[in-house]
């Protein structure tokens, strides 16, 4: 039964034209990142960026060097596109990519992180076997079907995203709309729409359509005969958000991912004519059948981890952020706050202060307010400078931090030296102050 229904070969339409899409789309996320200003007010202009922990090597290049590194993988996208020695192609953009997402937090973004994983499947996948470079140079390579797992690899992972994306949303402040009505305050100066963003009404309708919409999509749009409709509320809901959120290209990268959702003739006669259609259905199992099935279960089951694993963290996520990366939880909450830094000469006694605004970009500065791990980071950067002027110092946090426009709170126990504490990336770090319940 599985060997028929994961090796059975289809028509391979709906992966080629997904990797014209994603080369486009990630060429022009690339490009888009240069001339938007974010490679400059994200890389360039700060004095220091917040790396993931443990990856201090991966910084940006110095001068105009970070609009070099785009500009390449921009192009390795365009490469992607036409199927142009696709695979070396993918790899180095995977690279880049991979090392760009995990240098900053301050621009973190879950589409980020899918793409580093969208990267990992399109390696493997027979992406240029048509329509490409890479086929029309050599015609072995030719192919117009695959096996169907193709097609299901990229389903489920879409599943994965929304479900977790929908489920995370089930809590007292977004069902309450308060997190709708604080997401929606700052666009209020929209032309024509701003004043429609402030309806009680339409509030009500982004979190309870969010939720259903999330949990329902992948459904409604593998059963036919609710795909024609679930495709065009997936169109309104993206669009909403491109337009509204301004969330670069994850919106038209999921409406992308819905060429596997439909019949891969239907996608060939939309996209493909003169492609051959593939009718055959021969059921072709490789020999590495068995190892293939443990790698793709033992990727999925990391991600179908990653996002339950802050219900092992003491507290909630809402508040200490352990556990909220890489776990789809998009657009949840707001936090803001303010924080500063007591720095005490072990030998002297003598304190002074630091303030991270006379140090950080705007985004690094809300950021180092609310999240634990970044104002540790800072503590250790802190603490690192004063090393190199021969002094020992202990570095303590002091601030208060408010998560959806709700009171401010005492956040970081100001009595812990956070220079001396070492990162616990499995267990709760008791230097968090309870949430307030």
Known sequence: MLNKFFFRQVDNAPLIVFRVFFGF???????GAIFTGWIRHTLIEPEFTFNFIGLDFLQPLPGYGMYIYFAVMGFFGLFIMAGYKYRLSLGLFAVLWTSVYLMQKAS?????????????FMLVLPANTWLSVDAAKNQSIKQISMPNWCRWLIVLQVWIVYTYASVAKWYPDWLNLSVAETLMKPKENYYLIGGLLQERWLHGFISYAGILFDLLIVPLLLYKLTRKYAFFASVFFHLFNAVVFQIGIFPFLSLAFTVFFYEPETIRNLFLKKKPLYTSAEIVIPKYRKTMLILAGAYFLVQFALPLRHWFFKDDVLWTEEGHRLSWRMMLRTKSGYIRFKVEDKKTGESTWVYPKDRLSRKQQGMVATKPDVIWQFAKRVKKEYAA???????????QVSVNNGPLYPFIDPKVDLAAEKWLHFKHHDWILPSPK
């Open 389 to 399: 002027k021969g002094k020992d110092v202990a570095v303590y946090a002091i601030g």
């Open 25 to 31: 789309l990630i060429a022009c996320e690339c490009f």
């Open 108 to 120: 973190y973004n879950n589409h980020y992180y899918l793409l580093v994983l969208l990267c990992l």
